[in-house]
């Protein structure tokens, strides 16, 4: 199995900058891809980014692009998420998660989760 935690949420003026991290262990060999994806109150978890664990490939949801980056250290076996011109509609539990599929890009492909960490943008 795969643990991962995540630290960095906090509450941010809008247009501030924030950067997750998700650090995970366990049996981090399986690990092939690590998302970003979030869930504000009411609304379904949706998909930030992901990075190819040693592809170094990126994706990024349309309303983050531009704004956020995803980017790994894998000897530190972290993930984080560099957000930067943050705005209200951001508000959302951002959770980490761990793919064994190389080409994981949905919800569906991560089997392997983290607690979440709030992140709250003011306006």
């Known amino acids: 199995q795969v643990q991962l935690v995540e630290s960095g949420g906090e509450l941010v003026q809008a247009g501030g900058s924030l950067r997750l991290s998700c650090v995970a262990s366990?049996?981090?060999?399986?690990?092939?891809?690590m998302g970003w994806f979030r869930q504000g109150a009411g609304k379904e978890r949706e998909y930030v980014a992901v990075?190819?664990?040693?592809?170094?490939?990126?994706y990024y949801a349309d309303s983050v692009k531009g704004r956020f980056t995803i980017s790994r250290d894998n000897a530190k076996n972290t993930v984080y998420l560099q957000m930067n011109s943050l705005k209200p509609e951001d508000t959302a539990v951002y959770y980490c998660?761990?793919?064994?599929?190389?080409?994981?890009?949905?919800?569906?492909?991560?089997?392997?989760w983290g607690q979440g960490t709030q992140v709250t943008v003011s306006s």
């Open positions: 366990g049996r981090t060999f399986s690990i092939h891809a």
């Open positions: 998660a761990a793919s064994p599929l190389f080409q994981a890009r949905v919800l569906v492909d991560f089997d392997s």
């Open positions: 990075i190819n664990w040693l592809g170094m490939t990126t």
